[in-house]
């Protein structure tokens, strides 16, 4: 962001007070003094003083009854930002979001204003370049220098030293001796734009129905939501490509939500096949150099395309055109700290606000999504096969209660043999274990002592590679100790369980000459680490993969054709009302891993319940089925999407007071026939973190406005103090 050109507050003060947002967890906006000579209107980015601190925040309206008695004791907005104002589209989504999570409009509007404001001006690249004779005493480090600049450019005054292998005092040296002379570098270039017919390629009979809806969607640029509904490798990327280049070809820019950010590798590559170059990409994981950078294209427009993590839904687009949701049903697009919001819903919300047209795409829609293609309020853009001609993968079930594994062990007899086979035909085998570390329980054998968290309610997950046994949920971690803390046996602690790291031993023990390699979120060092693995695997340098769920979507493995599931019943039956429709989804998405390119792919799940109906369904490739049924069930039991669901999870310090709060708050509820308050009962993760949980669950008919009856019931009822603290979750995934 250039600060440059801005207008400075002058010391005398108008009578013109303006209503501004500042991005803490505030609901509503402070007054300000317009200085006399700055220009204001809505959406302005300002800087303006807040108790001792100065912070960037946003005009919001114009105060045109300011309270005469109150001007005095207001301050003056401080400056203008030289950066394009917030956009009406962009406000009314975060008055909108704050209102119906219940969240601070202030938290919401931090969300858009991650623009890097102290990080200060660009530092300015300095270059060398050769102008003069090489010097008497020519080192060799020197002569490498001299070589790498012979082509007589401006060269970046590191990458020269890097290239020349050499340090920067060396370069130091041949500017002293005059060989080399420094100049400033021109700023980098802004990446060229998307080229849409770069190489767009030969779509099939099936797909090309797809693209001619996607192009005349985003020709039409108006709001309109499409389910890009595709089993695993039909292409639906390929296929929303196209709704992006018309959308380039428009000259709008498009937004692409990733559920993680571990997927974006080969995105960015397959985008640049398609478009010539990578587009923009907005996570956390980004430096806040390349942030401010990014922030700054995205809100001045010279970034046609951003493919980002749930967050860049707030980002302020100069002139967004096409939102497109990957894999929308992925519950990672559920934020579930600070504000709790459903990006992929919110997405719709902003798609709504901003009159554009938005994909969701997925070969495993949400039961709501669903729904709402059932009901034609989606239109369902299909691809039933996939691409090539390759068919889906064959499943079957594995009886564990048949052909259980050896004692201690995890791999089931067929299951190993079809790994065995695979690893002799030259191809690659997934296991798939949504267990990180390597073993979720660690006991005494002697006295039966378990190793539990001292601060949670959880077990501490043995994590070898680290050689820890480590909390998942508040991070606390012990060495593994050699004596029972108990009994003081020597000797008898125990793993139990598997967890990914312990399925790679018993893959070594079984498959000695197998490469192996161990993917889990706990391993992953950065973001680029984790790309080089990936595309080593793509590359066939593995023979087992070994993950969680972070292999198990999107990815694009040529030579996997073998997917075993560990355990497939482990996210049922956890009480969630989700779990079977998550169980579905993930382990399609992870079994569509398999045969996507050549040969066909199969899949084994490990159960002990083959006759469940998320086996039944997976095993006979019959999603009508799963959906037929969860839909039936959602709407006998008045389920989200027939019904509605928000959550209230009260923690303290101690029991009691958390305990008491809840019953107080939840005697306090409005009666409203149509809403029922089921609760506070202990929360199944009772303690996180040294704070004991209780939760209120309140469950609606569908047409209520729960967030309004949530605000009325929490107007009214008791004051959090203390260390008590109130969290509301509206459309919770979570029921932990
Ligand atoms: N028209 C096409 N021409 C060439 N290759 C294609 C075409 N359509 C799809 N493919 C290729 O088929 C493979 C699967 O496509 P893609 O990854 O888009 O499927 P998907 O539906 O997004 O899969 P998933 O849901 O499993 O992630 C990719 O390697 C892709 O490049
Ligand atoms: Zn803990």
């Known amino acids: 962001m250039d600060h440059t ?125 050769l102008i003069g004779p090489a010097p008497q005493r020519l080192t060799p480090a020197r002569r490498r220098v001299i070589e790498v600049l012979s082509d007589g450019l401006l060269h970046g005054k590191s990458d020269a030293a890097r290239e020349a292998g050499v340090s920067s005092g060396v370069i130091d040296g041949l500017v002293d001796e005059g060989t080399l002379a420094v100049e400033a570098m021109p700023p980098p270039l802004a990446p060229p734009a998307p080229d849409p017919s770069f190489a767009q390629p030969e779509f099939s009979y099936q797909q090309r129905a797809a693209v001619d809806m996607m192009r005349t969607l985003a020709a039409n ?34 937004l692409i939500l990733m559920p993680e950010i571990a997927l974006t590798g080969q995105f960015l590559d397959r985008f640049a096949q398609r478009f010539g170059v990578r587009p923009l990409e907005w996570h956390s994981e980004l430096t806040p150099r390349t942030r401010q950078r990014n922030w700054a294209a995205i809100s001045a427009g010279e970034a046609p395309v951003v493919v980002g993590a749930r967050s860049a839904l707030f980002l302020p687009y100069a002139d967004l055109g096409l939102i497109i949701v990957d894999e929308e049903h992925d519950q990672a697009y ?105 073993a979720p329980l660690t006991l005494c054998r002697a006295c039966g002592h378990r190793f539990a968290c001292t601060i949670c309610d959880a077990w501490l997950v043995d994590h070898r590679f680290r050689q820890r046994l480590v909390c998942h949920h508040c991070g606390f971690s012990m060495p593994r100790p050699n004596i029972c803390p108990h009994c003081q046996a020597e000797e008898s602690l125990v793993a139990v369980g598997p967890g990914v790291e312990r399925l790679q031993e018993e893959a070594a023990v079984l498959f000695p000459e197998a490469r192996t390699m161990v993917l889990s979120s706990d391993l992953i060092t950065s973001i680029e680490t984790l790309r080089s693995e990936l595309n080593e695997i793509a590359e066939g340098r593995v023979d087992i993969i070994i993950g969680t769920q972070l292999v198990a979507k999107g990815h694009n493995f040529p030579r996997l054709n073998l997917v075993g599931v560990v355990d497939a019943d ?99 509820a409005p009666i409203d026939e149509r809403i029922q308050v089921l609760g506070p009962a202990e929360a199944p993760l009772a303690v996180i973190k040294g704070r004991y949980r209780f939760r209120i669950l309140v ?15 929490l107007a009214a009822g008791p004051k959090t103090k203390g260390n008590l603290k109130l969290e509301v979750d509206v459309d919770p995934q979570s029921f932990l």
């Open 221 to 254: 640029g108006t709001f309109h939501v499409a389910l890009l509904d595709g089993v695993t490798g039909s292409g639906k990327t390929e296929v929303y490509f196209e709704a992006i280049a018309e959308a380039v070809r428009r000259g709008k820019q498009t």
């Open 570 to 668: 482990l996210g049922l039956g956890n009480g969630d009302p989700r779990a079977a429709e998550r169980t579905f989804q993930l382990l399609n998405q992870v079994i569509g891993r398999a045969g996507r390119d050549q040969g066909r792919g199969v899949g084994y799940l490990q159960t002990h319940q083959p006759e469940h109906p998320v086996m039944k369904a997976l095993v006979a490739n019959d999603r009508e089925a799963f959906y037929a049924s969860e839909i039936d069930s959602r709407e006998r039991t008045g389920y989200p999407p027939f019904g509605r669901l928000a959550s209230l999870i009260i923690s303290a310090g101690d029991r009691p007071t958390a305990e008491s709060f809840a019953r107080r708050l939840a005697a306090v």
């Open 5 to 129: 050109t801005r207008q400075t507050s002058s010391s005398t003060s108008s009578t013109r007070v303006v209503d501004v947002l500042v991005p803490v967890a505030l609901n509503q906006n402070y007054s300000y003094r317009v200085p006399r000579g700055m220009e204001l209107k809505a959406g302005d980015v300002v800087c303006v003083p807040l108790g001792p601190r100065e912070v960037v925040a946003v005009v919001w309206a114009e105060n045109a009854n300011p309270d005469p008695r109150l001007h005095n004791r207001l301050k003056d907005v401080g400056e203008k930002l030289d950066v394009p104002p917030l956009k009406e589209e962009l406000r009314s989504l975060v008055d909108w979001v704050a209102n119906y999570t219940l969240s601070a409009r202030g938290m919401v509007l931090r969300m858009a204003l991650r623009m890097g404001e102290n990080l200060g001006p660009e530092r300015m690249r300095l270059g060398v370049r």
């Open 334 to 438: 559920k934020q579930d700290d600070g504000a709790h919001y459903h990006a992929r819903d919110m997405a719709v919300v902003r798609a709504h606000i901003a009159k554009i047209p938005i994909v969701l795409a997925s070969a495993t829609p949400s039961v709501e999504s669903e729904v709402n293609a059932r009901k034609g309020r989606y239109q369902r853009v299909a691809l039933p096969s996939r691409f090539g001609g390759q068919h889906m993968p064959h499943i079957e079930a594995i009886d564990l209660r048949r052909a259980p594994p050896p004692r201690g062990r995890f791999i089931s007899p067929p299951l190993a043999q079809q790994i065995r086979f695979a690893i002799e035909k030259r191809e690659q085998a997934l296991l798939f274990l949504n267990r990180r570390g390597y």
């Open 699 to 713: 469950k609606s008919l569908r047409n209520v406005d729960l967030s309004e009856y949530l605000r009325e019931w």
